[in-house]
């Protein structure tokens, strides 16, 4: 959808190019305030703004559930009332939106000092940056019996970050926003020439090959195996609540219905 808007934009700039701003990242910003009627200005205003409030409750929901479900109740709060994980995801929500928040002003900060920050590329980038090492995972479980373990998986998931962060030349990156220089002057760091940097359409492919290939070198226990399998069981036996909370014979004992970032079905 945001690419056809590009294209109807640049269509649109190419026939009244006095109309076009300075920044190529203002275009969209400029017009909509400059060029579209005031009416339908403020219906486009109202769907930016609630496609924002959409993405943003679907992510801190998603979040927040994961964080509970997956973290919190299985370590922290096994056997606790329903009313109590209710309590917790709704303080998780909170905190995430605070994280997203500090994340947002960053993202500011930069765009400050460097003007030729894009916002497409950052995006994009930093969730290869994180989905590689994921994606690497998720093929050593799915296409592997007995190959990866949790410390494994961890130093995989680590050395997969690591790795593409520095292939990236991200580092250099960081360095310079952490010194800038005045605009129009050349940055202070920057790669030898024969560094092989990886743009960020890249990203998610070398970090699933490094977190891949590392995470092969380990032997699945045989506890974990079984416990797979025991799961499995469960997970056939009928209940619908979350694995964290069902009792060891995953045959119904008494425990909490499942929670969903508080909201209750």
Known sequence: GFAFIGVLLVAFYHQRPELRPADNADVFSDYIIKVMPLGV?????????????????????????????????????????????????????????????????????????????????????????????????????????????????????????????FISGQHVEVANILHPVPRGQAPMFKPPDWFPAVKWPWFAMFGAIITLAVGLLFRTPGAVLAAARHKAAQAHAGDDRPMAMRGGNGAGEAQPAAVEVGYRR
Do not use: C
Not at 128 to 145: A, D, E, H, S, Y
Not at 153 to 158: G, Q, S
């Open 41 to 165: 200005r403020g219906i486009v205003l109202a769907g930016v703004f609630a496609t924002a409030m959409g993405s943003l409750s679907a992510a801190l929901n998603a979040l927040a559930t994961s964080f509970t479900n997956d973290w919190y109740i299985p370590y922290l709060a096994r056997g606790r009332s329903e009313q109590h994980y209710v309590g917790a995801a709704r303080v998780f929500t909170a905190v995430f939106a605070v994280l997203m928040v500090v994340i947002a002003i960053g993202s500011a900060y930069v765009k400050v000092t460097n003007p030729d920050f894009r916002i497409i590329p950052f995006v994009i980038g930093i969730a290869g940056l994180f989905l590689g090492p994921m994606l690497g995972v998720f093929l050593i479980g799915m296409f592997t019996r007995n190959r990866g373990s949790d410390a494994g998986n961890m130093l995989a998931i680590t050395l997969g970050l690591v790795g593409i962060f």
